[in-house]
C-alpha cells in the first residue's frame, strides 16, 4: 500500500533553514505529482508546493521565495527546504500525492520555529 513518511523536522531558531524528507513507497514514485502542505496552529491546512514527475513545480503565492520544493526520483523521496525560518512557519507539515480519486498523506511532522 502507498505509504508517505515525513523526516527532518524538530525545533529550529528564526532565521536558520531546514529541510524536510518524505520517503515514498507503494507506488510509481517518478510518474507521481507530490505535494507539501501545513498546518499551523488554529489554521486550516494549507499548500505549499508540488512537484510533478518531471519536475514542474508550483507554489502557494505565500510560500514563493522560502520555500524549495524537489525530488530523488531514485530514492523515492521528496524535499521541502525552509530558509530564513520564522515563528509563524511553525506547524505539522505533510507530504502528499493523489492516485486516482484517492489522497494520501503521510503522518506529518512537526516544525516549530523559535524566535
Known amino acids: 500500500q502507498v505509504q508517505l513518511v515525513e523526516s527532518g523536522g524538530g525545533l529550529v531558531t528564526a532565521g536558520e533553514s531546514l529541510r524536510l524528507s518524505c520517503a515514498a513507497s507503494?507506488?510509481?514514485?517518478?510518474?507521481?505529482?507530490l505535494n507539501w502542505f501545513r498546518r499551523a496552529p488554529g489554521k486550516q491546512r494549507e499548500f505549499i508546493a508540488g512537484i510533478t514527475g518531471g519536475g514542474s513545480t508550483t507554489y502557494a503565492d505565500s510560500m514563493k521565495g522560502r520555500f524549495t520544493i524537489s525530488r530523488d526520483n531514485a530514492k523515492n523521496t521528496l524535499y521541502l527546504d525552509l530558509i530564513s525560518a520564522r515563528p509563524e512557519d511553525t506547524a505539522v507539515y505533510y507530504c502528499n500525492t493523489r492516485i486516482v480519486s484517492t489522497h494520501y498523506w503521510g503522518q506529518g511532522i512537526q516544525v516549530t520555529v523559535s524566535s
Open positions: 507503494g507506488m510509481q514514485f517518478s510518474l507521481k505529482t
